[in-house]
């Protein structure tokens, strides 16, 4: 029932958006009475939330092409598309404003930057960036030209967005204006 339910809850949310989306039309969506909904959640934010969050909580690749270079193309790549889709945009949408999703946002930045740290570790071993880059800051860098064409100007992302976001990270990295504090 509750994956039934948070899958209908993307669903509506990627149909409807944040601001149509109900809990009768989630409920007649999952195959289920709408008080079985609330019985597991308080109100239609936290259900947003849980949904959200465990749409996107899936294990990323972390690639590693032989340079860093490479691995960071792949990485924005895969962002552009992840958030290109309709959960993604979702993500981006009037739910943005959710004090419980700000958290899992922020929960799922943090992890993502996590995972993507041995990118930065091996470009570092291979002498390809300066050896104290902060890898958070040089993740965040190469995402920042991404999720501003998304959220504040609506251009159109793609590979080429995301190339340019590389070569933006990059010379940032090797500058070098993203050492470790």
Known sequence: MRTAVLEAAIEE??????????????????????TTIYRNWKDVD???????AGHFAGDIPIPDT???????RALARSLVVTMTT???RALLSDAVRLPQLAEVKRALFDDRFRRAE???TRAVERGELPA???????????????????VFTGEPVDATTADRAVHVA???????ALPED
């Open 13 to 34: 949310l990627t149909t409807t958006g944040y601001t149509g989306l109900t809990v009768e039309r989630v409920a007649q969506r999952a195959g289920v009475h709408k």
């Open 46 to 52: 936290g259900l947003v939330a849980d949904a959200l």
């Open 66 to 72: 032989g340079t860093v270079e490479g691995d960071l």
């Open 86 to 88: 309709r959960a993604g």
């Open 118 to 120: 041995p990118v930065v």
């Open 132 to 150: 104290h880059t902060d890898a958070t800051e040089l993740l965040k860098t190469l995402a920042a030209p991404i999720y501003f064409r998304l």
């Open 170 to 176: 990059l010379a940032a990295a090797r500058a070098p």
